[in-house]
């Protein structure tokens, strides 16, 4: 039986939030931003270890009780997100199998309920096929030129906000995240590698919840979804 692992990229600076240390540093709801997203997945029956991604520089990291976890290990940051999760999955198969899957989830995105966690991974099991978290637009959308106008309204019932975790085989995502890298394609996440090389990506509707922490005002919506989880946990 396959086995499921997480990869969690932490290596980038989050410029947007103009902080002195790194978000994913950042305290909210009493704990960095970091700790919350380890514990979320140390949290999860069904995930045999885990990689954190970090900057090689990164001594911050040295605090977080999660990291001491003998389920966790350590992998050194790339240039982009890409090089970093090849570098994750380089860890990883040391212990690893090709077929086993693989999660990875955005170190900054810390207030994703277990359950949503769980029912991705009871998908992925049950079909055989990767797939992502992702939320359907309810917003009306607009494809905008380079001048700032509006060229297009998109048919929102088609447009989906793209979460994490994001979750494939080991092997298929290797090869993905490799073959971008190699023709110089820019790729946003890895269900966009996947794409890319021609595999199919399911979406499985995630929580409103499961925000990526990217500007200063995110941090209050974090701490007030935390604290919402952590009662629904007690």
């Not at 969690?8 to 950042?26: C, D, F, H, I, T």
């Not at 970091?34 to 990291?61: K, M, N, Q, W, Y």
């Not at 003998?70 to 040391?94: N, T």
Request: hydrophobic residues 45%.
């Amino acid at each position: 039986m396959s086995s499921i692992w997480a990869i969690v990229p932490a290596a980038g600076s989050g410029r947007r939030m103009a902080a002195e240390v790194p978000k994913q540093y950042l305290n909210v709801a009493g704990l960095p931003i970091l700790e919350h997203t380890l514990r979320l997945l140390l949290s999860c029956p069904d995930i045999r270890g885990l990689v954190v991604v970090l900057d090689p520089s990164d001594r911050r990291a040295d605090s977080l009780e999660s990291l001491s976890d003998p389920r966790v290990g350590r992998a050194s940051g790339g240039a982009e997100r890409a090089d970093s999760v090849l570098s994750g999955l380089k860890v990883l198969e040391a212990e690893a199998g090709w077929d086993d899957w693989v999660l990875v989830h955005d170190a900054a995105r810390p207030c994703l309920p277990l359950a949503d966690l769980k029912r991705l991974i009871d998908y992925v099991e049950q079909h055989q096929v990767g797939a992502i978290l992702a939320q359907p637009s309810v917003d009306t959308m607009k494809r905008v030129n380079g001048k700032g106008r509006v060229a297009k309204t998109l048919d929102r019932n088609k447009i989906w906000r793209a979460q994490t975790p994001q979750m494939f085989r080991l092997r298929d995502l290797h090869d993905a995240l490799s073959a971008c890298l190699a023709a110089g394609l820019e790729i946003t996440d890895e269900a966009n590698a996947m794409e890319l090389q021609g595999h199919k990506v399911q979406v499985v509707e995630g929580p409103a919840c499961n925000i990526k922490v990217t500007v200063p005002e995110d941090l209050a919506l974090a701490a007030l979804y935390l604290r919402g989880v952590k009662e629904r946990a007690s």
